[in-house]
């Protein structure tokens, strides 16, 4: 079987898609590191919404996708930026998300962290009101059982003066969680609502003051969620961490050697691009227990050149291409997105993700993608 993809200049061509998946297994967790794959959630494509509608979810397909991560030994990063935190979900679905998500955690004994953030507060607000929303998901999430993820607020960047003000909201919530959390820092790249986090546009005074605020509270920081696209800059943060903080890539860009790590550390996960991946991350980290690093690094590095396209600029619409291979791969039965987010990318992108996907085996039964993928060229006029 063939299929006539376009390229960026609409030329035609003919791509004959691989004939068999690539063989994974499930299993269990993992023993040299912790590895949380941030997952998407699936749209309800019945529900007559609009972008600007609150997010209608299928909740069945949603969590089954969580438990598909699941069983193959991954946590489960909930509520996060993936999940379209911010762009398409609100903290009422966002919630819900986590009540769901946490309960079925449990059922199965899935690993889970949440998000906790402040997208209750829809403008600008003062700080004592930042930090109250803040206070009312960490609650939630502590209530529900999962670990909290203590995520960059778009209304703690806009109300903050400097970095005294990161250091008194997050050191108020700190002292007051129950149990450790991870701080997660995401970059501009992501969201551009987060320039100059943690009091400035400079990098490395930025790193000062996050560094800071972990060091006054170190018994409370599970660890820190790096998402600055730059491997020098996580390799040296995690070198000055206080013992016993871990650090957790969010670099999509450069996983595999993060992960891998040096002489000197390495990197746990907490990933966007783990969700298409899932299975055959799952196996890479498998042998790197074994302490075979050279071929968990054959597995892994190349994924690379999926993931750097899925995340190009503009990175925050990467999960566009996310939820289209969950579609392709069979997880959800259409390819609609909360806020209308199927949008965000062109024919070619998806045309390339496709064949980066197809060529690494990501898809449980190429012909239902192959088939899916000529749905989609139809409606874009390709004939085949």
């Known amino acids: 079987m063939t299929i006539r993809l376009p390229d960026a200049s609409g030329d035609l061509r003919t791509y004959e898609p691989r004939t068999e ?89 899935g690993l889970i962290a949440c998000g906790v953030g402040t997208d209750q507060l829809t403008g600008p607000a003062p700080l004592a009101e930042v930090r109250a929303a803040y206070e009312e998901q960490l609650a939630l999430v502590e209530e529900s059982g999962a670990k909290a993820i203590l995520m960059a607020s778009r209304a703690l960047a806009a109300a903050a003066r400097g970095p005294e003000d990161y250091l008194e909201v997050y050191g108020h919530l700190l002292r007051q969680a129950a149990e ?25 005074a930025a790193t000062g003051t996050f560094l800071e605020v972990i060091a006054a509270h170190p018994d409370k920081v599970d660890g820190v969620k790096i998402s600055l696209l730059d491997a020098r800059r996580e390799v040296d943060l995690r070198r000055r961490l206080p013992e016993g903080v871990r650090c957790y890539t969010g670099d999509d860009f450069n996983y595999p050697e993060l992960i891998a790590g040096d002489d000197r550390g390495f990197s746990h996960a907490l990933l966007g691009i783990f969700d298409p991946l899932g299975p055959l991350a799952a196996q890479a980290v498998r042998v790197l227990d074994t302490g075979d690093t050279p071929g968990f690094r054959a597995l892994l590095d190349p994924t690379v050149e999926l993931s750097r396209h899925l995340f190009q600029a503009p990175t925050r619409f990467y999960k566009t291409g996310v939820v289209f291979l969950a579609w392709l791969a069979g997880h959800q039965e259409h390819f609609t997105m909360v806020g209308g987010l199927q949008s965000a990318r062109s024919l070619p992108h998806f045309t390339r993700a496709y064949e980066l996907a197809d060529g690494l085996g990501l898809f449980p039964d190429p012909k239902l993608a192959e088939e899916r993928m000529k749905n989609l060229l139809g409606l874009y006029g390709v004939t085949q």
């Open 21 to 109: 998946p690539l063989a994974v297994t499930p299993g269990s967790g993992f023993t040299s590191r912790t590895v949380y794959s941030a997952a998407h959630v699936v749209a309800d494509p019945f529900a007559d919404v609009t972008p600007d509608s609150p997010a209608a979810v299928d909740w069945d397909a949603t969590l089954a996708f969580r438990r598909h991560l699941w069983s193959h030994g991954l946590g489960v990063a909930e509520a996060m930026d993936t999940a379209q935190r911010g762009m398409g979900l609100d903290w009422t679905g966002a919630a819900e998300l986590i009540r769901r998500s946490a309960a079925e955690a449990k059922a199965v004994g």
């Open 180 to 204: 450790p959390v991870i701080l997660h820092w995401l970059g501009p790249m992501f969201d551009p609502a987060l320039e100059g986090y943690w009091g400035s546009a400079d990098l490395d």
